[in-house]
């Protein structure tokens, strides 16, 4: 009799003490989504101005190059550096072309409002930048699997303006298939594969060959 009461008394507190943490469990569930609720909606709308802000900064950056560069050019063509000849017609033309061409495709880049930019800009500004004699340079934050893309790009580009190749996208192609870029990304990662980019993230111009990555 007296075990049966003691074994009743252990399984009283055993179950005692489940219902003791069951309790608690649920009470600590209970303050986790409470803190959740109220402070869930403030970490996203932080993240998402975080976003925003990081979005409207380099569009504002992007709008405000634009625009000396366009001074820029207006004092250039009104009066020539001494000693340089001015500008021709021509000249003058395609750099107010490809300026208004790069203005139009940065104002759509602002109303999308995405991370995956236009690419036709930032090809007409190197164009400019190579008519005026400009000194310029193409580096991502890391200088490697971007920058190959955007040099290889810019090569293909002068071989098609200065040199009359034809089929850029080819030679860009061939450039990062086969140019030193490939042996630059040994070099950095020890493998001849772009690995730090996501085609599907960047514009076409910019994409790696595909069996690259």
Known sequence: MLFALLCCAVLCCVVLCCCVAVLRCCLLLTLFYFYFLLFFPFFLNN???????SQSLSNRTNLEGLQKLRRYCAIRTRRPPQGESPWSATMMHE???????????LDMD???????ESSTWVLALNRVARLLGAGRVTTCKDGMDLTSMATTLEFATLLRDNHRVQGAEEVATMLRLRGVRRDNVQKNTYQRNYTTLLRENLAKPYRPPKGTM
């Not at 750099?95 to 495709?105: G, P, T």
């Not at 602002?110 to 995956?116: D, G, I, L, M, P």
């Open 110 to 116: 602002v109303a999308r409002s995405k991370s995956r």
């Open 95 to 105: 750099i107010a072309e490809l300026l208004h061409v790069s203005q139009d495709h």
């Open 47 to 53: 993240f998402y101005l975080f976003v925003s802000l």
